[in-house]
């Protein structure tokens, strides 16, 4: 049983930067496919950035490209989403998602089918 757990959300000045974290104890995340998703409120989850499991590709959002980095430390088994210039619409629960995709096409089977932590809350507001 795939077990996820996110943290480093916090409150955060627009423009600022924060630092999630998704601990998978027991995954070998090179095995997996494994990404980060958002969910706003009164909107639908959205996948912010993810690696693939079966062509090591990544995949990052429009609205988060060239401010989000992912990473892996595959030897303290953990997930990172560095962000930097946030924005009040970045204000989500963040959830870290594990699983298997296709083709390279991380973000559809992840939504799909992945197993998922808890979520922590990231607010970017003044």
């Known amino acids: 049983q795939v077990q996820l757990e996110e943290s480093g959300g916090g409150l955060v000045q627009p423009g600022g930067s924060l630092r999630l974290s998704c601990a998978a104890p027991?995954?070998?995340?090179?095995?997996?496919?494994i990404g980060w998703f958002r969910q706003a409120p009164g909107k639908e989850r959205e996948a912010v950035s993810c690696i693939s499991n079966t062509d090591g590709s990544t995949y990052y959002a429009d609205s988060v490209k060239g401010r989000f980095t992912i990473s892996r430390d595959t030897a303290k088994n953990t997930l990172y989403l560095q962000m930097n210039s946030l924005k009040p619409e970045d204000t989500a629960v963040y959830y870290c998602?594990?699983?298997?995709?296709?083709?390279?096409?991380?973000?559809?089977?992840?939504?799909?089918?992945?197993?998922w932590g808890q979520g922590t809350q990231v607010t970017v507001s003044s």
């Open positions: 027991g995954l070998t995340l090179d095995d997996y496919a």
């Open positions: 998602a594990a699983g298997f995709d296709r083709d390279g096409h991380c973000s559809y089977y992840l939504q799909k089918f992945g197993a």
